[in-house]
């Protein structure tokens, strides 16, 4: 793809000058890197009208991303249209044994050149990831779920030392960009942010029987999963990113309101390949990133003002990749690929933690066949078109199976309540207390599967 810059007034169509000078330097255009861009730029606005009325910005932005900005289509704002993304030029489509050498300066081509949702000759657990504006945001299934209180207080402020990580701190920052359109003002949520979220609206028949199994096996209902005065356990609808029925992304919610700023350039195309450091390799000055036009590919620098900042936003790959290719790393593994050693950090490219998950498919009754998410959308055996007034009622109304993100209701579990209890009455019930921690999430998809192992749905939906 070409390097160009995303403008919305045109108020800079050509890229960045080779070696220009800038404050901040945000290197990728995830659902991280939009926001900072987003704040830095509002802070700057604030700080310059409280000195004078008509003092021009003084701070200089940068936001440099490998991918495009796609997030305005149609693919990306239907819902549903999830399955569309896999496997596409948004797609990094990693998979966890790709040979993909952690050093290598052209992780961004090798990915795109394995970018096949098929996966045909290879094995490992496929990692969707968003290339381009709003990163993932543009290509997950828009679950608004914060995680639980004892997350932030037991795993991050207590086993890190992460003080000012704790929920009691963390809470106010989620509120201030959340815009929740269910729910109304209160202590755990918000109405007045950026963010759009929404409670599912839609449910297939199916999610119903699945909520009803839920009850009946003795698990709680939970009607906000964001509420932290309680435990996740139990089972309900989820809060989505939505807005209308739409797909609400990082660039959507956080970008495309500071595009215009004069003082402010967003490029796409742009992969950065590594960091500059100033003689005595102590300081980052700048940045190296690459640029494409008309077939012909060059790189070009980026440096920082006096005091400037470089910040890496490019998520739990990339960014330790570019760490790694800029000599910060385990010594020895550096050596051993020739990469002069700037910084010896044997953490840096290490101790990925994912969220797995295992798919469990159900075959349905006969009577109930033909009623799942797949058969209210798709005319009947043709997954490739979509029923006339499903389309007309999400454009009009933003209403229907469309809005759907598949998984739009679930549960969450504490396993070590669920061990079967000596005594008969006990089995038949799932103990469940509201200061228990839940361990385990299930997603319900009321859709079609090929397969019992159901890991072709997606490709097969596209």
Known sequence: MSSRVISRRGHRCQLPSDGEEWDYIIVGGGAAGCLIANRLIRHNMAKNASISKGCPPSVKI???????????????????????????????????????????????????STSSSEGKGRNGVYLIRGKGLGGSTCTNVSLYLRGAAVDFDKSWKETYGLDRWGSKDVLPYFQKHERHATRSESKFHSTSGEWDVQTAAYRNSFSQVFLDACKEKGSPLNTDFNNWSRSQVGHGAFDLSQHKGRRVTAASAFLDAILEAPNFVCCVGTPVQRLLFDKEGNAVVGVEYRTTNAARTSLQTAHLRSGGEVILTSGAIHTPQLLLVSGIGPKVELEKHGIPVLIDLPGVGRNLQDHPSVIYSAEASKAAQGKGLTSAIHPRGNNSKIKFMVKLRWLVLGKGPLTSVYVDHGAFYNTKQCQPRPDEESKKKMVSKEESFADLQVRFAPIKVPTPSGNDTLRTLR
């Open 62 to 112: 940068l936001l440099l991303e490998a991918g495009d900005a796609a997030y305005s289509s149609e693919a990306v704002k239907v819902p549903y249209f999830l399955q569309k993304l896999t496997g596409t030029s948004g797609d990094w489509a990693f998979r966890s044994n790709d040979i993909l050498p952690p050093f290598s300066q052209n992780l961004d081509e090798k990915a795109s």
